[in-house]
């Protein structure tokens, strides 16, 4: 298990489109992953999980994934969440 704290760079925060990316992302991966924001747990695979969890602009989340590619999950989710979405 592997686990990073990240900051939401993106100035709408995590509302549909960014949490869509995020899950699709979340999706390509064997593992699992969460994103947990105060007491509030997501699967990071859900949209719904992720849009529940009301994560904001300047929210710092904890990432958190188990299982054969975790390294590479964190990796890849903590590279989509720092870059504010401005990916093409």
Known sequence: MVRKKITINNPTGLH???AGELSNL???F???????KDNK???AKSLLAILGACIKAGDEV???CD???EEEA?????????SGWERK
Do not use: F, N
């Not at 064997?30 to 947990?36: F, G, H, N, Y």
């Not at 964190?74 to 720092?82: I, K, P, S």
């Open 16 to 18: 549909l489109r960014p």
């Open 26 to 28: 979340a999706t390509s």
């Open 30 to 36: 064997e593992s699992s992953i969460q994103i947990r």
């Open 41 to 43: 747990t997501a699967d």
């Open 62 to 64: 904890e990432c958190i």
């Open 67 to 69: 299982g054969a590619d």
């Open 74 to 82: 964190l990796r890849a989710v903590d590279a989509l969440l720092d």
